[in-house]
């Protein structure tokens, strides 16, 4: 009962996510300037958008700085995130502090910040001002969600992994050191001599 309940909390909550994005998918297709109302099927607004160069070019450039983004935010959110759980340093907390600050910021209160910063240090808004304020977006999203998932399983498996090679090496010295001992020894043989000639 209390599984059929959450599968179907679950699947509620996953048609209140990508409905809109099938409605907004089929109404592409509308006849109609106006999405209010179904008119027609047609593509003829694709059509505009492939023969409209100035679209494009944006598209292209809104997949490069996405891909960019995306790339350069996980590799430097990863490295924070291993700094900020394997070492102790001063301001650690307050670092922590800083990566949850900046996601609980407005994005228009991050963006209007950017902004005046990079007026005031002289640099000419373009690509590359536009690159480095997505990357500022996505790096704090991406240090909590690998942060949280080395305090989760992490510390536990390296452990694991830790104790299991103590013992894996315990058990390769005993039986390393091990020496069956022999019904009948050959006259005049040491022990010590048996182990150290094996």
């Not at 670092?95 to 407005?106: K, N, S, T």
């Not at 007026?119 to 240090?143: D, E, K, N, Q």
């Not at 830790?162 to 039986?175: E, L, Y």
Request: aromatic residues 10%; positive net charge; charged residues 15%.
């Amino acid at each position: 009962m209390i599984r059929g309940v959450a599968r179907a909390y679950q699947g509620l909550v996953y048609v209140l996510l990508y409905l809109p994005i099938v409605v907004l998918i089929v109404f592409s297709f509308n006849d109609s300037r106006s999405s209010l109302a179904w008119r027609g099927f047609t593509t003829d607004w694709y059509v505009k958008l492939i023969e409209d160069g100035d679209l494009l070019v944006a598209a292209g450039n809104s997949a490069v700085v996405a891909l960019l983004a995306a790339t350069c935010a996980t590799f430097v959110g990863t490295l924070t995130a291993l700094a900020l759980y394997r070492y102790r340093f001063h301001g650690k907390r307050l670092a922590e502090g800083l990566v949850f600050v900046l996601i609980m910021a407005p994005e228009i209160v991050m963006g209007i910040s950017l902004l005046i910063l990079f007026v005031a240090l002289a640099i000419g808004l373009g690509f590359t001002t536009v690159l480095l304020a997505h990357v500022t977006f996505c790096l704090p999203f991406v240090t909590v969600t690998v942060l949280a998932r080395l305090n989760g399983s992490t510390g536990t498996s390296s452990r694991r992994h830790r104790t299991w090679g103590r013992a894996s090496c315990r058990r390769s010295r005993a039986s390393s050191c091990r020496w069956p001992r022999p019904r009948s020894r050959p006259a005049g043989c040491c022990p010590s001599r048996c182990r150290s000639t094996t």
